[in-house]
């Protein structure tokens, strides 16, 4: 007699952590070394794969890592919650979000600081600093000018040049960046002429595996799957036409986002009574056959199913010259709805109205690497096909990623165009900001939360050094670290090239980490890891850069991603450092 395979459940075993415990720091610091790894141009590729086998991963995103490698402690699976949280919603800044956060949790734990009053006081910077970050008084910031091309193409260059595995370089890097930035500009619609608002970013993404990176372009219109026809040769279609309410002949479409398989016991979601010798299969394929037959009579030209057409179906639409397309899936619809103006038809037992169909100007059979797709074209629709093409399929998957955050950025950059100088310069600017404000106001932060003034300069030192430390982890290690203290930018030399700092100075070839700023435009450097002492820690007298003097080449993050990366990070280094004990079963 065989076995049962059932497996029953073991019994519970509660394991308590603490943050003090050897192995929970341990587990901290390596997921951070891992995260500060990846981080930059320079960023190390990671290689994840089960320790029993199974698929390879190799990436240096945020979303590609979290979601590949297995957390066991809870603590790690909140902060990795989070940054998740973050990435759902802006596609960038994960990395920094997940270093931040574990560079204050460390800290915090090699400090004799009370960890409540820590937890509270990180919230008081972090609103001080984005107090200042959003101020028009804050001189890290800048607005992009979208009629600059050249400022936009520095811009989406910078983002593909900080993910070192898509591997873009020199003029593959430049071209690409083109095709995206062209790509975005086309999909902006003319309010005077188009809809105002829209169910998708209206760029769907293609994905083509095994062709060179060169293969990537646009497609005006929507590019879907179509197995029906050939994959090797491209077929002219003959499709019927209606007139529209302009009196145009255009192509109707009905988009069904409902089964039309005849499987009533996946659809009728009810009980319901079967007459004797009745088929319910049989009598629900009647009323989707007798739903086409209306669609026909309709003139209907294309009819689009998300999900499976039964073969009786599609046979009548062949009969009666009916272009058809079935297993959509759920991710496309939105797209179809944009670039066609229909509405999903969800119910096959009632007549459609006409406020569901949908029209378009042209269809195209075409074929990309060996696979057969329709070409939905619409004259005034601005929804584009991006076409990404690498030999790679996990280079795909990494360029599809950092596409989709590229273009979220240039998205959010229409609402707030405002960017913060990048390469390092924004951390160590708000650093040495912050460090001046917590010096002017010592006494009153010390009043307001009942400790010690020497208690939140400590506070303050522990923040500013970890933004100060993500500054750092994005260039070779090879490099040097240093701050200017006129505009608090920071600036790479190579380890052990100077052993006085007045000899770089008033050198035009050495530049800051954003770019804007060369030796010759600063009074003084000092060494990042050395403290600021002196008038020069009281002093912030910077003002903020002539517009004209920001060049097209600048190095630049998105405010609104780093904003929230930093309240994400702070929140929850402040909710850990709170935590008594973690509580959780081993089994």
């Known amino acids: 007699m065989m076995g049962s395979r059932e497996t029953f459940k073991k019994p519970s075993h509660l394991q308590v952590d603490t943050l003090d415990d050897p192995e929970i720091r341990a587990a901290i610091s390596t997921l951070r070394q891992i995260v500060a790894s990846c981080m930059g141009p320079h960023g190390k590729i990671k290689i994840i794969q089960n320790a029993t086998g199974g698929h390879i991963t190799r990436t240096t995103t945020s979303s590609r890592l979290f979601g590949a490698i297995s957390l ?8 990795v919650s989070s940054v998740q949280s973050h990435v759902e919603q802006y596609q960038d800044g994960g990395l920094m979000a997940c270093l931040f956060c574990l560079l204050l949790v460390e800290s915090s734990l090699d400090c004799d600081v009370n960890r409540s009053i820590l937890a509270d006081l990180y919230q008081v910077f972090y609103d001080i600093v984005d107090d200042y970050m959003n101020s028009d008084e804050c001189a890290c910031k800048y607005e992009l000018d979208f009629s600059n091309l050249e400022a936009m193409m520095a ?3 910078n983002m593909y040049d900080s993910k070192p595995f898509c591997g873009l370089y020199g003029y593959q890097l430049e071209e690409f960046s083109r095709l995206i930035l062209q790509t975005f500009l086309q999909c902006i619609p003319d309010m ?5 608002s829209f169910y998708t970013t209206r760029i769907y993404l293609l994905c083509v595996k095994h062709e060179d990176m060169n293969y990537s372009r646009n497609l005006n219109g929507l590019v ?9 040769v491209e077929k002219k279609l003959s499709i019927k036409r209606s007139l529209d309410s302009a009196s145009c002949h255009r192509i109707k479409v009905a988009l069904v986002n409902c089964s039309m398989s005849g499987d009533a016991e ?3 979601n009810a009980n319901y009574e079967v007459a004797t010798g009745v088929n319910p299969d049989m009598f629900y394929l009647e009323k989707i056959l007798s739903f086409c037959y209306q669609l026909v009579t309709l003139g ?3 009819v689009i199913c998300q999900k499976v057409m039964h073969p009786q179906v599609k046979e009548y639409f062949r009969k009666e010259g009916v272009l058809f397309t079935d297993r959509l899936g759920a991710m496309p619809v939105p797209y179809v709805q944009d670039v066609t103006g229909a509405t999903p038809i969800g119910l096959l037992t009632e007549a459609p109205s006409d406020g569901m169909f949908g029209w378009i100007d042209h269809i195209e059979h075409v074929v990309i690497h060996d696979k057969s797709y329709l070409h939905l074209q619409e004259v005034d629709s601005c929804v584009i096909t991006l076409v990404l093409a690498t030999p790679d399929e996990d280079k795909l998957d990494e360029l599809k990623t950092t596409t989709l955050g590229v273009l979220r950025n240039l998205e959010r950059l229409i609402i707030q165009p405002e960017v913060l100088f990048g390469g390092g310069c924004w951390n160590t600017h708000v650093a040495s900001y912050l460090r001046h404000h917590v010096a002017q106001n010592l006494s009153a932060l010390a009043s307001t939360h009942d400790c010690s003034e020497s208690l939140v300069s400590t506070s303050a030192e522990i923040f500013a050094r970890c933004m100060e430390k993500i500054a750092m982890v994005t260039s070779p290690d090879s490099m040097d670290h240093l701050v200017d203290v006129s505009s608090h930018h920071v600036w790479r030399v190579t380890k052990g090239e100077i052993n006085d700092i007045s000899t770089i100075r008033h050198s035009a070839s050495l530049k800051c980490g954003c770019g804007l700023l060369n030796g ?3 009074k003084d ?3 990042l890891n050395e403290k600021l002492s002196g008038p020069k820690y009281k002093e912030f007298l910077v003002s903020k850069p002539n517009s004209e003097a920001i060049g097209c080449d600048i190095v630049s993050d998105s405010l609104s991603v780093v904003v929230n990366a930093l309240r994400i990070a702070v929140n929850t280094a402040s909710s850990i450092i709170t935590v008594g004990q973690f509580i959780h079963d081993t089994n």
């Open 300 to 302: 209907t030209g294309l």
């Open 266 to 268: 996946s659809e009728l």
């Open 520 to 522: 010759t435009m600063v």
């Open 192 to 196: 005077a002429s188009s809809k105002a």
């Open 155 to 157: 811009f989406v260059q």
């Open 72 to 79: 066991s402690k809870p603590v790690l699976k909140l902060i």
């Open 525 to 527: 450097f000092q060494f």
């Open 224 to 232: 879907i799957e179509y197995p029906e026809l050939s994959s090797h």
